[in-house]
């Protein structure tokens, strides 16, 4: 087995204090000479494995200021995750979601190899309309473990301030670092032309999304269909 570098063994045990607690979410962590100095490193390597967290997006930098543990406020959930704009207007607007069902199923065979979790265990199964602009663009089907969102409830779910991101992280401490996605082209079908007002044989896009907290464990399955007749799909990192 290869061995860790310096820098990957300091990343590690940053880690593994962000996952126990030691550093809440918004957080600033110890100045670099401390930080350096209680993991018995310079700050060279100290600096290399922040850096390694920064682009993963667990850890921000603010200018003169610190390095903060990346939280889910508005302009996170805009800029990182948030991936639907109008392809006419160049500017960028803020969602509003409305919740369409929200209830417990039986996981299914992908929904449990998605969640890393046995077929037939029971799971949050929620349905949500995005708009942008009063105008319903995207449908959301999100699939989370019932035994990491125990005692979830749809009024905590609609009445939640904030970002669906920042409810797992507040609420439940289950923080996305980062996701995987797939996206695959299709039809609108009866269910989705009716709330995106299309035709049922319209063209959409799918985006198949596993949202990953900083263990690489997957924290929730989504299928997000799109209607692509003025809105597209857009990502853009900011740091």
């Known amino acids: ?69 990346a939280e889910h406020d508005a302009k996170r959930l ?12 160049d500017k960028k607007t803020y969602p509003r979601v409305e919740t369409a069902s929200f209830g417990v199923a039986q996981a299914s065979k992908e929904e449990s190899l998605r969640l890393g979790m046995k077929e037939g265990a029971p799971v949050w199964r929620i349905v949500t309309r995005l708009y942008l602009e009063d105008q319903c663009v995207m449908i959301d089907h999100i699939t989370l473990d019932k035994k990491r969102f125990k005692n979830f409830t749809r009024s905590e779910f609609d009445k939640r301030e904030g970002s669906i991101y920042q409810l797992y992280q507040m609420r439940y401490g289950q923080s996305v670092v980062k996701t995987n996605e797939r996206l695959r082209a299709g039809l609108a079908g009866r269910q989705m032309s009716t709330w995106l007002k299309l035709k049922p044989d319209s063209p959409v896009l799918h985006i198949r999304r596993v949202a990953l907290d900083i263990q690489d464990e997957p924290i929730e399955w989504r299928i997000s269909t799109l209607n692509t007749a003025h809105h597209e799909y857009f990502n853009e990192l900011v740091t």
């Open 1 to 69: 087995m290869k061995s860790l570098t310096a820098y990957q063994e300091v990343k590690q045990k940053i880690t593994a204090d962000l996952v126990r607690g030691r550093y809440p979410m918004g957080q600033a962590l110890p100045a670099e000479k401390d930080l350096a100095k209680e993991l018995d490193v310079s700050i060279g390597t100290l600096r290399k494995a922040v850096d390694e967290l920064v682009a993963e997006g667990i850890v921000v930098r603010r200018q003169g200021r610190g390095t903060y543990v």
């Open 78 to 89: 805009l800029y990182y995750f948030f991936h639907v704009v109008r392809w006419d207007v």
